[in-house]
């Protein structure tokens, strides 16, 4: 084979792999999140707490509820898509 298609084979490659690998590692990032949500009840009653409120029960519940359903539809959109 000539240098030429060589050349040619390498930089395909190395596009599909960047193509490939960028949506493998986004798939993989959406899981751990869906997994692993980044607020969870405890951060929000940090939250409420440095903010001066008191956080109660309820409210923390309200805000968490919030939070999934704000991500339900961000979903859902993103799938419609």
Known sequence: MS???WIVIVIIAFFGGLVGGTFIARKQMEKYLEENPP???DVIRTMMSQM???PSEAKVQQVVR???KQQQAA???AKKK
Request: a positive charge.
């Open 3 to 5: 240098t030429f298609l």
């Open 39 to 41: 607020l969870n009840a």
């Open 52 to 54: 001066g409120q008191k």
């Open 66 to 68: 919030q939070m999934n």
């Open 75 to 77: 979903k859902t959109k």
